[in-house]
């Protein structure tokens, strides 16, 4: 996609305006900031069924509902293909300065990003009640202990869910965000993952740590998730392309919708968990700066699959949905 709106999706060229693109934008992130209050209020009514089958199904319905339906239903309207969601073979074959976008590096390299991710949520999850094989398990370690085959069906459709929808939801955003603003100022790639991805990492550590000392939280918790975000956003760093710069809306753009979306999932400025949304945000803002950034990139926002993954297999902090909670 070029500034002027342009796609190209294989031979096929699909023309988007700005204004159609910050319409995108504004629609995804409404319905996935707001749309957590409104599950909240639709629990709330006396025939929701809180236990058993349809519960399960339900909260998987609402997972994908207030993640990836609504980007998908504006890319098919659109008649936009995988380049709607800064997909492989999409977003990333873009002309700019004359260059094309360079590699990633490839889903190997991916791998290699999760590792962090991998390391914080196994070593939490060592010092959880289930022990054993629960590090290995993470999100399925409960279900394995209780053999419940439903509820094992259940944590895997979480990971499955959780993890399409912070892929797509976030390229969707970040991908939008670089043509409905054509008046954002062009920026390096890496100056936006270091400038941004360090408050983030700062932003989270100090709240973390008012957070242990006011009694709301762990010490060891805050630091091993600001240490494992700072590695994240060190590899991704390295992964990206020194030379692309990128409108500057592109990273900007799906951070505020994930710190916007913590803060109101905790109550707000004034009436919630102020501290509390703004550790969460910074923590999701990291981990969605890593994914809008290779959506930049040829090989996409692909090669984040394997950290999305990490980070909803093992609960953690580390996730750029509201959904999973911290």
């Not at 670089?178 to 920026?187: A, L, M, Q």
Request: contains cysteine.
């Amino acid at each position: 996609m070029t500034r002027s709106g342009r796609t190209l999706v294989a031979s096929a060229i699909v023309y988007i305006s700005p204004d159609d693109a910050k319409t995108d934008v504004i629609l995804a992130a409404a319905v996935a900031v707001l749309g957590v209050r409104l599950r909240v209020f639709v629990a709330s009514l006396p025939l929701y069924p809180r236990t058993g089958l349809a519960a399960a199904i339900l909260d998987l319905v609402w997972i994908f509902a207030l993640t990836a339906l609504v980007p998908v239903l504006l890319a098919r309207y659109r008649q936009d293909g995988a380049a709607a969601f800064g997909f492989s073979g999409g977003g990333g074959r873009i002309a700019r300065g004359g260059g094309g976008i360079e590699r990633a590096g490839g889903i190997g390299r991916g791998l290699v990003l999760a590792v962090p991710a991998v390391l914080i949520g196994a070593g939490f999850q060592a010092f959880g009640p289930i022990g054993g094989l629960g590090p290995l398990l993470g999100r399925l370690a409960g279900p394995v202990s209780t053999g419940s085959p439903i509820e094992l069906v259940y944590a895997i459709g979480q990971v499955v869910l959780l993890s399409i929808g912070a892929l797509v939801l976030v390229g969707f955003v970040a991908t939008r965000a670089r043509e409905g603003f054509p008046r954002s100022p062009e920026t390096s790639l890496t100056q936006l993952i270091r400038t941004i991805g360090l408050g983030a990492v700062g932003v989270a550590f100090v709240g973390g740590l008012l957070g242990a000392l006011t009694g709301g939280g762990s010490l060891v918790f805050a630091l091993g998730n600001a240490v494992a975000l700072a590695a994240i956003l060190l590899l991704t760093d390295r992964m990206v392309p020194t030379r692309l710069s990128v409108p500057r809306t592109a990273i900007v753009a799906p951070v505020v919708v994930v710190v916007v979306g913590q803060v109101f999932a905790t109550g707000g400025l004034f009436r919630g968990d102020l501290l509390g949304g703004l550790t969460a945000g910074a923590l999701a803002a990291g981990v969605t700066i890593a994914i809008a950034a290779l959506a930049q990139t040829r090989d996409g926002v692909m090669v984040a699959l394997p950290l999305v993954v990490a980070a909803h297999f093992w609960p953690t902090c580390l996730s750029p949905l509201v959904l999973v909670g911290c």
